[in-house]
């Protein structure tokens, strides 16, 4: 890959995934706490187990490509207990990633970067599989809400209980 095409894929991806985030954000907002341990199946995550995984692995990814390297992904935080808690955790660390996903050189966007020896593709192409994940993620947790007492919130559009809305013309 060329350095200008790594900016461009750069550049496209992080708009992509600025949008993304706050979606992602939504449906993590939706679990209620008072049921945050449901899961449809023995086998699955817990809703709390779910978000958490979705909320660290954004940064995750973030945090590997800027560093040029995947490591193994931290521990949850002893402060993160509740949703809000990933919340406000996800929304610290967050911005800062991103931040240093824009201020990284085309060249080093399009160097490869080695993941778990599975793939070996370059820096700049993991935002599209870090964004293919969370989608992956979210419309698990997304399915989860309604049978813990929760709504579902707006995805691309609006859900039975958040119904789109045009925007109003000026």
Same mark, same amino acid.
């Given at each position: 890959m060329q350095p200008e095409h790594a900016t461009i894929l750069r550049n496209f991806c992080i708009s992509t995934m600025e949008g993304e985030t706050k979606i992602t954000r939504k449906v993590i907002a939706a679990?209620?706490? =008072? %049921?945050?341990?449901?899961?449809?199946?023995?086998? !699955?995550? =817990?809703?709390f187990d779910l978000a958490w995984h979705l909320a660290h692995s954004d940064i995750f990814f973030l945090e590997g490509i800027a560093n040029g390297q995947f490591a193994? @992904?931290?521990?949850?935080?002893?402060?993160v207990k509740t949703? !809000?808690?990933? +919340? *406000?955790?996800?929304?610290?660390? +967050?911005?800062?990633s991103i931040a240093k996903i824009k201020e990284m050189p085309a060249e080093k966007l399009a160097q490869n970067l080695n993941f778990?020896?599975?793939? %070996?593709?370059?820096?700049? *192409?993991?935002?599209?599989?870090? %964004? %293919?994940?969370?989608?992956?993620?979210? @419309?698990? +947790? !997304? *399915?989860? +809400?309604?049978?813990? @007492? =929760?709504?579902?919130? @707006?995805?691309?559009?609006? =859900?039975?209980d958040e119904p789109f809305q045009a925007a109003a013309k000026a």
């Open positions: 679990i209620p706490e =008072s %049921n945050r341990e449901y899961k449809p199946d023995r086998n !699955a995550r =817990s809703a193994m @992904g931290d521990k949850k935080p002893d402060e949703i !809000a808690d990933i +919340l *406000t955790w996800y929304d610290n660390k +967050l911005p800062e778990y020896d599975v793939f %070996n593709q370059p820096a700049v *192409t993991y935002l599209m599989f870090q %964004n %293919n994940h969370a989608i992956h993620h979210r @419309g698990q +947790l !997304a *399915t989860y +809400l309604r049978p813990m @007492g =929760s709504k579902c919130p @707006g995805i691309y559009g609006g =859900s039975f």
